[in-house]
Protein backbone atom coordinates (compact mmCIF):
# COMPACT_ATOMS: atom_id res chain seq x y z
CA UNK A 1 0.00 0.00 0.00
CA UNK A 2 1.60 3.03 -1.22
CA UNK A 3 2.04 6.00 1.72
CA UNK A 4 -0.76 8.55 0.57
CA UNK A 5 -2.93 5.46 0.41
CA UNK A 6 -2.04 4.59 4.25
CA UNK A 7 -2.51 8.15 5.00
CA UNK A 8 -5.89 8.26 3.97
CA UNK A 9 -7.29 5.02 5.38
CA UNK A 10 -5.65 6.52 8.90
CA UNK A 11 -7.55 10.03 8.18
CA UNK A 12 -10.93 7.85 7.66
CA UNK A 13 -10.44 5.45 10.61
CA UNK A 14 -9.31 8.55 12.63
CA UNK A 15 -12.77 10.94 11.41
CA UNK A 16 -14.74 7.68 12.38
CA UNK A 17 -13.92 7.71 15.97
CA UNK A 18 -14.76 11.46 16.55
CA UNK A 19 -18.49 11.55 18.54
CA UNK A 20 -20.18 14.16 19.90
CA UNK A 21 -17.46 16.11 20.82
CA UNK A 22 -15.65 15.62 17.01
CA UNK A 23 -12.62 14.22 18.96
CA UNK A 24 -10.54 11.46 17.26
CA UNK A 25 -8.99 8.91 19.23
CA UNK A 26 -5.33 9.03 20.29
CA UNK A 27 -3.63 9.26 17.10
CA UNK A 28 -0.88 7.03 17.40
CA UNK A 29 3.30 7.77 16.75
CA UNK A 30 2.85 5.27 13.85
CA UNK A 31 0.24 6.94 12.26
CA UNK A 32 2.09 10.61 12.95
CA UNK A 33 5.35 9.27 11.42
CA UNK A 34 3.77 9.21 7.85
CA UNK A 35 4.36 12.14 6.05
CA UNK A 36 1.27 12.27 4.06
CA UNK A 37 -0.65 11.85 7.14
CA UNK A 38 1.06 15.09 8.12
CA UNK A 39 0.20 16.75 5.24
CA UNK A 40 -4.15 15.60 5.11
CA UNK A 41 -3.90 17.40 8.43
CA UNK A 42 -2.32 20.45 7.73
CA UNK A 43 -4.35 20.58 5.00
CA UNK A 44 -7.15 20.01 7.13
CA UNK A 45 -5.92 23.19 9.29
CA UNK A 46 -5.18 25.08 6.86
CA UNK A 47 -8.61 25.15 5.15
CA UNK A 48 -9.82 25.25 8.55
CA UNK A 49 -11.53 21.64 8.97
CA UNK A 50 -9.92 20.18 11.73
CA UNK A 51 -7.23 20.95 14.17
CA UNK A 52 -4.52 18.96 15.99
CA UNK A 53 -4.90 19.11 19.71
CA UNK A 54 -2.22 17.28 21.30
CA UNK A 55 -2.77 13.24 20.11
CA UNK A 56 -5.89 14.24 18.72
CA UNK A 57 -7.66 15.41 15.74
CA UNK A 58 -10.54 18.05 16.56
CA UNK A 59 -13.11 18.31 13.89
CA UNK A 60 -14.63 21.84 13.59
CA UNK A 61 -18.52 20.19 12.70
CA UNK A 62 -19.98 17.34 11.68
CA UNK A 63 -19.72 18.29 8.16
CA UNK A 64 -15.90 18.39 8.29
CA UNK A 65 -15.78 14.75 10.45
CA UNK A 66 -17.94 13.27 7.54
CA UNK A 67 -16.07 14.66 4.68
CA UNK A 68 -12.74 13.53 6.21
CA UNK A 69 -13.98 10.24 6.64
CA UNK A 70 -14.96 9.64 3.23
CA UNK A 71 -17.79 12.29 2.38
CA UNK A 72 -14.46 13.74 -0.09
CA UNK A 73 -15.06 10.54 -2.20
CA UNK A 74 -18.85 11.25 -2.46
CA UNK A 75 -18.19 15.29 -3.46
CA UNK A 76 -15.64 13.28 -6.03
CA UNK A 77 -17.78 11.23 -7.72
CA UNK A 78 -20.73 13.58 -7.38
CA UNK A 79 -18.17 16.44 -9.26
CA UNK A 80 -16.95 14.22 -11.87
CA UNK A 81 -20.91 13.54 -12.71
CA UNK A 82 -21.45 17.00 -13.48
CA UNK A 83 -18.66 17.77 -15.21
CA UNK A 84 -19.06 14.70 -17.17
CA UNK A 85 -23.27 16.04 -17.60
CA UNK A 86 -21.96 19.47 -19.17
CA UNK A 87 -23.32 20.07 -22.71
CA UNK A 88 -25.20 16.48 -22.60
CA UNK A 89 -28.81 16.23 -22.89
CA UNK A 90 -28.65 12.92 -21.79
CA UNK A 91 -28.27 13.76 -17.99
CA UNK A 92 -31.70 14.83 -16.78
CA UNK A 93 -30.43 15.11 -12.87
CA UNK A 94 -27.91 14.36 -10.45
CA UNK A 95 -28.20 14.53 -6.56
CA UNK A 96 -25.89 14.25 -3.78
CA UNK A 97 -27.11 12.45 -0.32
CA UNK A 98 -30.03 11.34 -2.05
CA UNK A 99 -32.60 9.59 1.15
CA UNK A 100 -35.25 7.07 0.17
CA UNK A 101 -38.40 6.13 2.50
CA UNK A 102 -39.61 2.71 1.33
CA UNK A 103 -43.76 2.15 2.67
CA UNK A 104 -42.38 0.61 5.86
CA UNK A 105 -40.71 4.13 6.75
CA UNK A 106 -37.32 2.33 6.23
CA UNK A 107 -34.95 4.56 5.30
CA UNK A 108 -31.98 4.56 3.02
CA UNK A 109 -29.44 7.24 1.66
CA UNK A 110 -27.81 7.00 -1.57
CA UNK A 111 -24.70 8.62 -1.85
CA UNK A 112 -24.98 9.77 -5.60
CA UNK A 113 -27.79 9.74 -8.33
CA UNK A 114 -28.57 10.92 -11.31
CA UNK A 115 -31.18 9.87 -14.06
CA UNK A 116 -29.68 9.49 -17.78
CA UNK A 117 -31.80 8.38 -20.73
CA UNK A 118 -34.68 8.42 -18.61
CA UNK A 119 -32.54 5.59 -16.68
CA UNK A 120 -31.69 5.74 -12.71
CA UNK A 121 -28.95 5.42 -11.45
CA UNK A 122 -27.40 4.63 -8.02
CA UNK A 123 -23.58 5.21 -6.72
CA UNK A 124 -22.50 3.79 -3.53
CA UNK A 125 -19.38 5.44 -2.57
CA UNK A 126 -17.02 4.69 0.32
CA UNK A 127 -13.54 5.16 1.13
CA UNK A 128 -13.13 2.54 4.04
CA UNK A 129 -10.76 -0.82 4.31
CA UNK A 130 -13.05 -3.59 2.94
CA UNK A 131 -10.28 -6.02 4.42
CA UNK A 132 -8.99 -7.09 7.98
CA UNK A 133 -10.47 -8.50 11.12
CA UNK A 134 -13.29 -6.64 11.85
CA UNK A 135 -14.24 -5.96 8.14
CA UNK A 136 -17.74 -7.38 7.03
CA UNK A 137 -16.94 -6.47 3.90
CA UNK A 138 -18.81 -5.09 0.98
CA UNK A 139 -21.70 -7.59 1.00
CA UNK A 140 -24.27 -5.57 2.73
CA UNK A 141 -23.60 -2.42 0.88
CA UNK A 142 -24.19 -4.64 -2.74
CA UNK A 143 -27.64 -5.92 -1.27
CA UNK A 144 -27.94 -2.91 -0.30
CA UNK A 145 -27.74 -0.56 -3.79
CA UNK A 146 -28.76 -4.07 -5.41
CA UNK A 147 -32.58 -3.45 -4.13
CA UNK A 148 -32.93 0.17 -3.80
CA UNK A 149 -32.34 0.10 -7.47
CA UNK A 150 -34.53 -2.60 -7.99
CA UNK A 151 -37.47 -0.63 -6.01
CA UNK A 152 -36.24 2.54 -7.02
CA UNK A 153 -35.86 2.04 -10.86
CA UNK A 154 -37.14 -1.11 -11.81
CA UNK A 155 -35.08 -3.53 -14.03
CA UNK A 156 -33.83 -0.64 -16.44
CA UNK A 157 -31.52 1.03 -13.36
CA UNK A 158 -28.18 1.11 -12.99
CA UNK A 159 -25.93 0.48 -9.80
CA UNK A 160 -22.41 1.00 -9.59
CA UNK A 161 -19.98 0.80 -6.15
CA UNK A 162 -17.19 3.37 -6.03
CA UNK A 163 -14.47 2.16 -3.59
CA UNK A 164 -11.04 4.32 -2.84
CA UNK A 165 -9.88 0.77 -1.70
CA UNK A 166 -10.30 -2.97 -3.75
CA UNK A 167 -12.99 -4.61 -2.71
CA UNK A 168 -12.18 -8.19 -2.13
CA UNK A 169 -12.37 -10.73 -4.56
CA UNK A 170 -15.73 -12.67 -3.83
CA UNK A 171 -17.42 -8.95 -3.26
CA UNK A 172 -16.77 -8.58 -6.99
CA UNK A 173 -17.79 -11.70 -7.89
CA UNK A 174 -21.48 -10.75 -6.38
CA UNK A 175 -21.29 -7.31 -8.05
CA UNK A 176 -20.60 -8.87 -11.37
CA UNK A 177 -23.52 -11.43 -10.90
CA UNK A 178 -25.72 -8.75 -9.50
CA UNK A 179 -25.27 -6.16 -12.68
CA UNK A 180 -23.23 -3.72 -10.43
CA UNK A 181 -20.31 -1.83 -11.81
CA UNK A 182 -17.56 -1.26 -9.81
CA UNK A 183 -14.88 1.14 -9.72
CA UNK A 184 -12.37 1.26 -7.35
CA UNK A 185 -8.80 2.03 -6.36
CA UNK A 186 -6.65 3.15 -8.60
CA UNK A 187 -9.33 3.12 -11.66
CA UNK A 188 -10.64 6.25 -9.60
CA UNK A 189 -7.77 7.98 -11.38
CA UNK A 190 -10.52 7.01 -14.59
CA UNK A 191 -13.30 7.56 -13.04
CA UNK A 192 -14.37 10.60 -15.76
Known amino acids: ?10 L ?7 RNDLRSAEVDERTTAIPAFRQLLDYLASSGLARVEGKFIRF ?15 HYV ?15 DAALGMEVERNAGVRNEMDVACLA ?12 N ?3 RKSTGATGMLYKIDSVSDILGGI ?5 IVSFRPLPRHDRIRADELGIAVIQGRDLTDME
Open 1 to 10: MQESDKAVSA
Open 156 to 160: QARAM
Open 130 to 132: FKG
Open 60 to 74: IDEASRFTANGGWLE
Open 12 to 18: NYYAGTA
Open 117 to 128: NNTLHLIECKAR
Open 78 to 92: FSCLLEAGKGDSRVQ
